[in-house]
Every structure is written in structure tokens, then in C-alpha cells.
């Protein structure tokens, strides 16, 4: 039985972190669990020596011809000015994969040598949500989901930033070798083998700023005052607007119509009440002003993909 290859591009400054998950779920001699385990490869996707972004010197024994061979071909996290401009002998040789039939997969910031190459165009991906306002401005005709933590489209794969590296290369071992060995190695790696929800979690929540003093003092009034009821008209009467005149205003200010923006803000202030304090999910739902729990929930899930009883678990853990 002829081992399955997996060879992984190593670029210049890469990421310690992303290039270190993959050779840890693949790299490590596994044949207790699975006898042959992965013939694991890395390989130089520039001239050397290559160092990682810490400094460290990567040994990299194969080059792209072998990466071009492999059976799996994993593009770990590119770091600039790399990230942004992929050498072509990269791409050139992800495209001879691609044809051949080899998987293709990439850690955060990786994907973008694979759109780079061509290979997600009108296909659904993901990357670090840090960076997905660029990667959709760079790569329009990729169907960016920045919400999950990793996207499985049948030949290529693709995952968020650092820890969902780790959740695709599980993935990947399951795919292979099925759930118990994913498992096993999960617990080996003392990870879990399965998170619950995308990465929508893990988005530091941003506050809305304005430079019109009217609306400003609005936002900070709205901000402490959470907890009622509020209204486009009341905060048009605070903002000394018409209600017409003060939601047009609104959205040149900050893009959001007034009711998108308070959920918005009751969310970031659920969040804060979730990991800072031990406060029941029903108080949260009152001092946040939705109410109740229930529609706390409805409103928690879909912007942060997980329930508050799991953000609270997850962001919790460590106080």
C-alpha cells in the first residue's frame, strides 16, 4: 500500500503557528493508529534558506516539482509582501495539482496563492476574518464565507486564521482514516476533535464612531441606554433630527440603518456581559434590552453563529 503524500508549500516569513499545526497532525509517525501513515514533505516554494516569521530556518529538503506530485498539497499562512504577490512557480505548480487531481488545501491566509492561481474562482472559501475585507476586495469572483471556520468544497479546502488550521487538518485525517483516528489524534493534540459554530465568534466586536457632534452624542446616549426599548424616533429627538432626515444621516454616518446598529451594539454589550461576569442569560437579555432570552438567543446566534450558553463557555474558560 503506497503512502499518501503530503506535501506542504513553505514560503518565506510564513507563520509559525499554521506551518507548525500541519506538521504536527501529518508530519509526527502515526503507524500505531494507521500503518502507512502520511509520507509528509515539506517543500521550499521559493530559494532559500526560508525562515519562519520568527526567525527559525525551515529545512525543506523537497521542491515545487514534488509539491506538484503530491497526493494532498497544503498551503500554509503567506505573510506580506508574499501573501499579496505569490511567486508564479507557486501558482503554476498548484494549477499542475489541481489538474491532476490532488487535493488542495490551505491554512488562513494561504488561500490567497490558491485564488491567486485560479483555482477558487466562483467557488466557496474562507480566510481569517481579519484579513477577509481584502481577500473579497482582492479576489472578487471567490464566494467568500468569512463566518466559518472552514469550507470543504470537494477538491479544495480551505480554513480561517491559526486554531480552524487545526479543525481543517482534523478534517482531513477524517476524511482519510475516519472520525476514531481523527479523534484519537484530537486527543492526542488535547484539542477538541469538533468546535461548535464558525469563526463569527472569535470577530472583535468594533464600536461605531462619527465625527457629527449630534449623532455622536446620540451613539454614546444610545450606548448607555441599551436596556429600553429604543426607537428610530427616540434617538432622532435626542439627535435634534426628523426622523426622515436623522435615519438618512445615520447611514452616511456609519453604514447601518439605526435598528441595525443598536442590535449590533446590544450584541457586542451581550458579549462583554458573557465573558466578564455571571450573569444569567435572562438578566443579559434585559440589560442588553432584548428582552428576553429566547430573543436574546435568535438575535446571539445568528451574529456570532454559536449560542450565548457556548460563547460564554468558550470565552469564559479561561477566568
Given at each position: 500500500?503506497?503512502?499518501?503524500?503530503?506535501?506542504?508549500?513553505?514560503?518565506?516569513?510564513?507563520?509559525?503557528?499554521?506551518?507548525?499545526?500541519?506538521?504536527?497532525?501529518?508530519g509526527?509517525?502515526?503507524?500505531?493508529?494507521?500503518?502507512?501513515?502520511?509520507?509528509?514533505?515539506?517543500?521550499?516554494?521559493?530559494?532559500?534558506?526560508?525562515?519562519?516569521?520568527?526567525?527559525?530556518?525551515?529545512?525543506?529538503?523537497?521542491?515545487?516539482?514534488?509539491?506538484?506530485?503530491?497526493?494532498?498539497?497544503?498551503?500554509?499562512?503567506?505573510?506580506?509582501?508574499?501573501?499579496?504577490?505569490?511567486?508564479e512557480?507557486?501558482?503554476?505548480?498548484?494549477?499542475?495539482?489541481?489538474d491532476?487531481?490532488?487535493?488542495?488545501?490551505?491554512?488562513?491566509?494561504?488561500?490567497?496563492?490558491?485564488?491567486?492561481?485560479?483555482?477558487?474562482?466562483?467557488r466557496?472559501?474562507?480566510?481569517?476574518?481579519?484579513?477577509?475585507?481584502?481577500?473579497?476586495?482582492?479576489?472578487?469572483?471567490?464566494?467568500?464565507?468569512?463566518d466559518?471556520?472552514?469550507?470543504?468544497?470537494?477538491?479544495?479546502?480551505?480554513?480561517?486564521?491559526?486554531?480552524?488550521?487545526?479543525?481543517?487538518?482534523?478534517?482531513?485525517?477524517?476524511?482519510?482514516?475516519?472520525?476514531?483516528?481523527?479523534?484519537?489524534?484530537?486527543?492526542?493534540?488535547?484539542?477538541?476533535?469538533?468546535?461548535?459554530?464558525?469563526q463569527?465568534?472569535?470577530?472583535?466586536?468594533?464600536?461605531?464612531?462619527?465625527?457629527?457632534?449630534?449623532?455622536?452624542?446620540?451613539?454614546?446616549?444610545?450606548?448607555?441606554?441599551?436596556h429600553?426599548?429604543?426607537?428610530?424616533?427616540?434617538?432622532?429627538?435626542?439627535?435634534?433630527?426628523?426622523?426622515?432626515?436623522?435615519?438618512?444621516?445615520?447611514?452616511?454616518?456609519?453604514?447601518?440603518?439605526?435598528?441595525?446598529?443598536l442590535?449590533?451594539?446590544?450584541?457586542?454589550?451581550?458579549?462583554?456581559?458573557?465573558?466578564?461576569?455571571?450573569?444569567?442569560v435572562?438578566?443579559?437579555?434585559?440589560?442588553?434590552?432584548?428582552?428576553?432570552a429566547?430573543?436574546?438567543?435568535?438575535?446571539?446566534?445568528?451574529?456570532a453563529?454559536?449560542?450565548?450558553?457556548?460563547?460564554?463557555?468558550?470565552?469564559?474558560?479561561?477566568?
Amino acid at each position: 500500500m503506497s503512502r499518501h503524500v503530503v506535501a506542504v508549500a513553505v514560503t518565506d516569513g510564513a507563520p509559525i503557528f499554521e506551518l507548525a499545526v500541519v506538521c504536527e497532525v501529518f508530519g509526527i509517525e502515526r503507524t500505531d493508529l494507521v500503518n502507512p501513515w502520511y509520507d509528509f514533505r515539506l517543500c521550499a516554494a521559493q530559494p532559500g534558506p526560508l525562515r519562519t516569521a520568527a526567525g527559525l530556518v525551515v529545512q525543506t529538503p523537497y521542491g515545487l516539482d514534488d509539491l506538484a506530485r503530491a497526493d494532498t498539497v497544503i498551503v500554509s499562512a503567506i505573510a506580506p509582501p508574499t501573501r499579496d504577490d505569490p511567486p508564479e512557480p507557486l501558482l503554476e505548480a498548484l494549477r499542475q495539482a489541481y489538474d491532476r487531481g490532488a487535493r488542495i488545501a490551505s491554512i488562513c491566509s494561504g488561500v490567497y496563492a490558491v485564488a491567486a492561481a485560479g483555482l477558487l474562482d466562483a467557488r466557496p472559501a474562507t480566510t481569517h476574518w481579519m484579513v477577509a475585507d481584502h481577500f473579497a476586495e482582492t479576489f472578487p469572483a471567490v464566494k467568500l464565507d468569512p463566518d466559518v471556520l472552514y469550507v470543504d468544497d470537494g477538491q479544495i479546502l480551505t480554513s480561517a486564521g491559526t486554531g480552524a488550521g487545526i479543525d481543517l487538518c482534523l478534517h482531513l485525517v477524517e476524511l482519510d482514516h475516519g472520525a476514531a483516528i481523527a479523534n484519537t489524534v484530537a486527543r492526542r493534540m488535547v484539542v477538541p476533535p469538533h468546535r461548535d459554530g464558525g469563526q463569527a465568534q472569535y470577530v472583535q466586536p468594533s464600536v461605531t464612531t462619527t465625527s457629527h457632534p449630534g449623532l455622536g452624542q446620540c451613539l454614546d446616549w444610545a450606548r448607555a441606554h441599551l436596556h429600553l426599548p429604543l426607537t428610530v424616533a427616540d434617538l432622532a429627538r435626542r439627535a435634534g433630527l426628523g426622523p426622515r432626515t436623522f435615519v438618512r444621516r445615520f447611514a452616511d454616518a456609519t453604514g447601518l440603518s439605526p435598528l441595525r446598529w443598536l442590535t449590533s451594539e446590544r450584541i457586542r454589550l451581550a458579549q462583554q456581559l458573557l465573558e466578564t461576569t455571571d450573569e444569567p442569560v435572562e438578566r443579559i437579555a434585559r440589560l442588553t434590552g432584548f428582552g428576553t432570552a429566547p430573543n436574546l438567543r435568535q438575535h446571539f446566534r445568528r451574529a456570532a453563529s454559536v449560542s450565548p450558553q457556548t460563547y460564554r463557555r468558550v470565552f469564559r474558560a479561561g477566568r
